[in-house]
């Protein structure tokens, strides 16, 4: 679980605080973000789309750092 300490301080820009929240997020995150892969051979692959993960990833920075405490 995140302290009120830890989401403080990466509200205010601090870098491993920050790190903090992403760590606690990742697997949520990696769930939203998977998905089935279809390769020109035909293989079917269920991966993390990387793409789309950075994106969530900055929104979440994003969010934490325009949350008001």
Do not use: P, W
Not at 7 to 31: K, M
Request: proline letters at 0%.
């Amino acid at each position: 679980m995140i302290t009120y300490h830890t989401i403080r301080q990466a509200s205010e820009g601090d870098i491993l605080a920050s790190q903090e929240v992403l760590q606690h997020f990742d697997a949520y995150i990696n769930t939203l973000c998977t998905h089935l892969f279809l390769y020109e051979n035909g293989r079917r692959e269920y991966t993390v789309d990387t793409i789309m993960k950075s994106h969530l990833q900055v929104k979440l920075l994003e969010a934490v750092i325009k949350f008001k405490l």
